[in-house]
């Protein structure tokens, strides 16, 4: 029925809300110590051991992998529109995606192994992904091109003989800072002599490979999100063998438009989870605070505000859904314009209730005391993960000028 | 399943969608003539030619009266769910409503007696309304105070005997200015020194009883909405028998309550109707035109637009369409803020994507000579409608704000 | 000083505010009733009594002619900055401008006659301008192309021996409907095989010239404008001598460019002038009405829009006064960046703030009570005059870009 | 004349730009590192050798102490309005006030004390300031109220004999991270029975007094702000004679509101100067990267964003200037509305077209590679600096409605 969660979905909200009560909110201040203690002794890219032990008992309690749309070995299988509500809970506390398995870009990573890799592929790596042993990370973006158009990449990918060898500098490779990153998916150009759309390629490069330089860390917005971050990474004749090639030469482009369908939602998902938890403490401080002889929540324009919130963010989990289910019913690929439209609105919505938030708190909203700042940062940054605002417009746009002009060639004159 | 139509509405809106392509727009321009020529003499306050021919078929095709949620002697019986499609291609025809039997506010007045009346007031009323014989109108906003809030009404409807006296005046009584508007539905006080909300109460009032002059239209930005209109009305001690009240005496407010629910939700369908034609016409006319070398939609800010109007308007309708499933499944009243939301949104989305084809159209967009215009005017009016934005934001905030205090109530200290 | 008047404009301020006083404001009413009485008497295209009545007295008080920042025979000579303040007072009634012979598009006439007219022409058509006599219309916007882009025009004036033969439907000529309408200006292309912006002229044609018909006034949202009005006109071999040519043949482009300015910024100050007027309104409003048991003015959202309100206007405002100044100093060509900017601000603001005037109002503010409706329209409209504002920001941004560009091309490698 | 600078701000504004040319734009770099480097050492609390290095050329070539409007001792006496364009220039790098000992929270402690402080106060501790020896820092926020509610504070100052002794907790105290830092300015209640307004005082607590910590540096959005930093500090019975009060006991609201006026327009200069910077970066960026086959600043959206920049800054700048002369001609009180005004707009636009550039660098835009990701933190907290946007709207609303009021109450029933 409209709008409202499948029996399989409710089931597995409630159990993971509580398990979000019992160890992931308790839990907060832990990490937050564990984290600043790394950093103390210089090294905070390391598994949280907080995380580590919460691992165990969700694996224990079935909450694991549920990101995972098509089932493999019995694991995943839950539909994109019943992972929704799940995701958008783990959007409330950034580091817990990781305990259920759930994390960027893992998620993507193993989804892509999953339907593009060959047995040797997923035997190697999706398994030990799947057992949340190892992490990975997707190198596409380069700071020298506008990485939007995927055209642009500039990595080399050159075939010589069984091998591979890969020559290039990307950044903003998240996941990569963390000491259990094993695995790269590196997209590259293998032929820049084929059509566009058919230079591309995607290999696998283990991590420890001779001629893989992790150069350092980037920041966004003043945060490292260590321990996973998002890295400079250098690759100087780098070889790995021609098997390590996903789906085929020249197949890149293809994949990366498969992979972007589940990363961008699953953004979108934690966002509208971290708009409603802004809104939550919004509420709360409003109606907690006194200036002026009364609460906060009762002057000027803060019911304005909430209301608005409340519309955005409704509307926000609605498109959402929509896009998930139109994934579930005709797959990625024709659900494209959905997709394109959530990856705008959602991170837009997030960012504008957080920001709000925020002036409910005054100075403290931008303080390390409490989650607004880091969410503001991290908000803001989703509006350029896979794709700025911008290029997701583009898009939308021309397809719906397309679909206006297909139709007026189709009336007789 | 998640947002599609159900087979009973998919069915209707083909048929409907069919009628307008036969019926509707191949009229638009008849209609428009129609008007003129009543206009120039002297007397645009009748039933349009066009619109009594198509009631015709369309009540012979069993278009008629979809509207009505629950079935009154073999009627309606369409689910708010299934009718929001239907309601939202009215949109796109400001006339078209009442071919259907489904042109505000003889909808909302036609439920409410429905729900409300006895059986001597259904068979004298309602009857003649769902045949589509006369027309009524709603007499509730009052020029004096702000009728936002309903406590403020002034009129005065006292009992003596077995008759109410009624002295009010009333202003933006819609549908009062056709000459087939036979019946009022009027809001005063009974009892001022009652409670608050049981000081008011309905009467039916027929517009021939001495007393009720209908003293000028009022305009909407420039248009005065013939032959239906939005009229001042005088009440001097005009007289009607103590079994014309609805429900009972003092439960005006009641009433107006479960009345505004429907009414609104059909303002807001039709407003993503018309926002749908608005970006159809603003991509049409982008791709039709050229300056500066090349058509006016590959240029400048077109693109974002565009694609922000369909992010809008699938918002807005996922937002309306889970209203109308929310209302037929918990009822109006547990509604009340996904009615208020809606009734934000809604509007404010269709005046956007209106003003922005404006612009797309240049000079043309405000003429006579295209729809957009008096779109522009009716979409701007709507956000006053049943109360203004304003009002429905604050009744959105405090509910949210009321379920958070709940909460931190709840918690153990 | 920063801002402040001069101590020319502050005389002529105070002076004119004191006519304001006097005559305009109470006589908005007989306006209306003596436009309403025309309109039912089947014709509203004719003087309206009593600005011809107030135009003595202004003449009188010297409150004449003070838009022409050149002197011409002893009138005007008052620098755009001076006259700023006095246009915005005029922007607060729409029918006042008039009466002080300062109204579009006749400013916009007389300035070009008196900058680009030969001597006979001045004689001929400014003098009776100046001195209220006749009025007169600019033909410049076409139906069928984007004449946001000049060279679209399509209009014809082909030379034929001693005579200019005119064809070509122009529309959105304001001014053209009332009958003391004499004279027209019109911008056609001589040459359609020169050079981009050589191919167009402009003709003085007087409007009783055989081949001209005034087919019918075009509406924006609703409102006729009478008894100026914007005009559909249709010139079919339409014959004025060769010596009605403004300027120079293949020189309209050049005039279009230099009379634009002033066009422009008279706008941008009634524009402002209305937003203040709004606020005013929307202020008095809020503090005369009372809902939920306190004013209106301490609700919600209205501390917030007033703020924002006072904010936009004096920003407006400032920034109208330097394109005014600049204007003065550097010449309307230099200074096209500062009247493209207030091009786009002014109108968005007195649109944004009568839009929040009409919201505080409630049904009441659209109208036809209160000036906030027709001034909501009027408003509207001011977006597209002249160009939409899409042009004037592509321009703006062009400059911009262009500053840059330089400088880095100017910076050693 | 209109928006000029005066002769003697175009001499300071030449000079200026000529020493950042040459000493602040080509040390970024160099200030980068070595705040990197105190970093890696453990202790980024200290001053930085660019900085000093660099007050001494500054001082020597008089570009020092240009912020102080009444001169003391033959230094400062520069006019607001002369300041403005100066001050902007310094928006521009974040670290390149204090070069110029023109940074906050300085400039308005020293300028507190030259109006309010004793000859002996300022013997001690405004010589060593101007002669930037040492630092201050201002503590008046606190943790456990809303602030921007000055009545709220909560810290203690009570009499005991020829001493004060003080009890509070404070936070984002600026400034009092820096190891050069030696005078706070404290403001708690001396008399919590005295009117609403006289409770507060303010006094000077020398740093090293026992029974004050500084306890932890606050971050604002992920930034710690080093070296001045914005610290949480802890007053327990701290001891100070009483002659340490500034201008007399119970006057602290009274100094208060004297001392926002110049810090809040200093702000606002800088977010000016930082917004035009990120309108450079904006263009440049766009210029130089292609994307889909042509530069950036050629599709979408970018026109649009690049002219609303434009428009957005010169505004706020002439908002800012108006301000700056309201300050000088009718004192700081009496500009409160256009104080209020330019705290609420100059963060505001700061914040958008930083966004807009960040859109246009993408990923780069959030890293630490570019100037943007720091501006955008730092200007983001600007909107609650001296009280979040939402207090100053209000008290602007309140003044309009009160002019209006006042005018409604003069005119005759």
Request: proline share 6%.
């Given at each position: 029925m409209f709008a409202d969660l499948s029996p399989k979905s409710r089931v597995l909200v409630g159990r993971l809300k509580v398990f979000f009560d019992t160890h992931i909110y308790p839990n907060e201040e832990r990490h937050h110590h564990e984290m600043a203690e790394m950093r103390r002794e210089g090294n905070p890219w390391r598994p949280v051991p907080v995380v580590e032990e919460l691992k165990v008992i969700a694996k224990s309690q079935g909450l694991w992998n549920m990101f995972l749309p098509h089932p493999y070995e019995g694991q995943g299988g839950i539909s994109n529109l019943d992972y929704a509500p799940l995701c958008e809970i783990m959007g409330?506390?950034?580091?817990?995606?990781e305990v259920f398995n759930c994390s960027a870009p893992d998620t993507g990573n193993m989804e892509t192994i999953e339907r593009y890799g060959t047995s040797e592929q997923k035997k190697t790596w999706l398994e030990p992904l799947l057992d949340g042993k190892i992490r990975s990370a997707f190198l596409?973006?380069?700071?020298?091109?506008?990485?939007?158009?995927?055209?642009?990449?500039?990595?080399s990918i050159r075939r010589e003989g069984d091998e591979y060898v890969i020559n290039g500098r990307k950044w903003y490779s998240s996941g990569a800072g963390s000491s259990s990153c094993k695995i790269f998916i590196v997209m590259g150009k293998t032929d820049v002599t084929a059509a566009r759309h058919s230079q591309q390629s995607m290999v696998l490069v283990p991590r420890d490979t001779p001629g893989v330089t992790v150069i350092r860390p980037l920041s966004v917005l003043g945060y490292d999100d260590a321990p996973h971050g998002h890295m400079e990474v250098l690759l100087e004749n780098v070889r790995v063998p021609v098997s390590n090639v996903l789906l085929g030469e020249g197949r890149g482009f293809e994949i990366a438009q498969g992979r972007l369908g589940p990363g961008r939602i699953h953004h979108c998902m934690r966002s509208i989870g971290a708009a409603e938890r802004a809104l939550e403490m919004m509420c709360d401080r409003l109606q907690s605070r006194v200036a002026f002889g009364k609460p906060?929540?009762?002057?000027?324009v803060w019911h304005e505000r909430i209301a608005e919130s409340r519309c955005m963010i409704d509307q926000a989990r609605l498109l959402t859904f929509n896009a998930a289910w139109k994934m579930d019913t005709v797959g990625n690929k024709d659900a494209k314009a959905e997709i394109a439209m959530i990856k705008v609105v959602a991170p837009n919505v997030s960012c504008k209730v957080v920001d709000w938030a925020i002036q409910a708190f005054g100075a403290a909203g931008v303080s390390q005391d409490f989650w607004l700042a880091e969410a503001y940062a991290h908000q803001r940054t989703v509006r350029l993960?896979?794709?700025?605002?911008e290029v997701h417009r583009n898009a939308i746009a021309k397809l719906e000028l397309a679909k206006r002009a297909k139709l007026s060639m189709a009336k007789p004159a």
């Open positions: 409330r506390v950034s580091w817990s995606g596409m973006t380069e700071p020298a091109v506008a990485s939007s158009d995927a055209t642009n990449i500039q990595c906060l929540s009762e002057q000027s993960v896979d794709g700025p605002d």
